[in-house]
């Protein structure tokens, strides 16, 4: 599958605790769900995700050629719970109808949310999905359809995972009075139709406009359109807050010292020859065999891009040049996602 997010370019929005509308489609607008038993199977990932990774599920939608989710990320944060989804998923789809190639187009879409005043009208909105669709054509349908959240706030199913409880508090005490406000909610969407102030949009959104980004000191003005972001003014800058800290602490407990390198690579050769069972001498030699490619690709995304290597020094140690390793590494991080591999396990047992 492919990994690249196509989203707008900035920090990764990837701060644990936080609010995401998730979103992924399949390549060329195909079905990533053909039948029942795929449905299954995605659920049954999301079941056994959830608990381990402390992720809340509040809403969530499948539709034949993608899927909705809104959750808090967990303490491993959304990249992680995401890859292991959506790659555990297309492996098992792949084999399930005997296709090879990408299932997702790109890697998926994910909108920061403030909670406030936004998580009751996403759920209505996400839930509302296979009305707008026409996979359901009216409300009492939907109420009936089992591969949404909606049913279950309902009562109608039973989904462990998904957390029931904190939605319905927050419309009342009581139960079946809590469940009758939230469906009077969602009837009142059904006309809404799509709704693009809930696609995101920053501060360009929250301040009224480009125009008005002048006013904000220039160095947010670079991502502060962001369609990955939905929220006012003060909620865009406590996440870069909260991102500059991540930006500060995450990077510095993946690189590599420069007296470390020689040692790292080695250990990085090793294992990654193992994963892609060709020997640390092939990934030396500048083999242009499909597979040592793929691994000396895998070795350029760890090295350069996770671990800060230099360039020059990683296509020293893989026998091709800067320009190669530059071309390269992109390639790498799919083939190692392609293979269920955390990058973060892997070079910390290189080090």
């Not at 809340?56 to 499948?62: F, G, L, M």
């Not at 199913?157 to 469940?179: H, K, T």
């Not at 360009?204 to 929220?231: F, H, M, N, P, Y």
């Not at 030699?285 to 040592?292: D, T, Y």
Request: positive net charge; hydrophobic residues 40%.
């Amino acid at each position: 599958m492919t990994i690249h997010d196509g989203m707008p370019r900035g920090p990764r929005l990837d701060v644990p605790g936080t609010l995401h509308h998730i979103m992924a489609r399949g390549i060329e607008q195909r079905d990533i769900f053909r039948t029942d038993e795929d449905r299954k199977d995605f659920l049954g990932r999301l079941a056994a995700l959830v608990p381990v990774t402390k992720t809340r599920v509040y809403a969530w939608c499948i539709l034949p050629n993608h899927f909705h989710l809104l959750l808090r990320s967990g303490k491993t944060g959304l990249s992680s719970f995401m890859r292991r989804l959506q790659t555990g998923y297309a492996v098992s789809f792949n084999k399930r109808h005997q296709r090879v190639g990408h299932l997702f187009q790109n890697r998926y879409k994910s909108v920061l949310v403030e909670e406030e005043p936004y998580f009751l009208e996403l759920i209505r909105y996400l839930h509302l999905n296979p009305v707008r669709a026409g996979v359901t054509r009216n409300l009492r349908l939907l109420d009936k359809y089992q591969w949404s959240g909606h049913a279950a706030l309902l009562g109608k199913r039973q989904v462990p995972w998904q957390d029931i409880d904190f939605v319905l508090a927050l419309y009342g005490n009581q139960r079946e009075q809590a469940i009758e406000a939230y469906r009077q909610f969602v009837a009142e969407g059904v006309t809404q139709g799509k709704r693009p102030e809930l696609s995101g949009g920053g501060l360009v959104r929250s301040v009224g406009g480009t125009k008005k980004l002048g006013e904000l000191r220039r160095g947010r003005e670079r991502w502060a359109s962001d369609e990955r972001i939905l929220g006012s003014s003060e909620f865009v800058l406590k996440i870069e807050e909260e991102l500059e800290k991540v930006q500060l602490e995450g990077p510095r407990q993946l690189r590599v010292a420069a007296k470390e390198r020689e040692v790292f690579m080695e250990r990085l050769q090793t294992r990654i020859g193992r994963i892609f069972k060709v020997a640390p001498t092939e990934l030396q030699s500048g083999s242009r065999r499909r597979v040592a490619v793929a691994a000396r690709a895998a070795l350029a995304w760890v090295a350069v891009r996770v671990c800060d290597l230099p360039t020059s020094y990683v296509a020293r140690m893989s026998g091709v040049s800067a320009v190669s390793i530059l071309r390269l590494h992109e390639r790498g991080r799919k083939e190692l996602d392609d293979r269920g591999i955390d990058t973060e396990s892997l070079v910390a047992k290189c080090k």
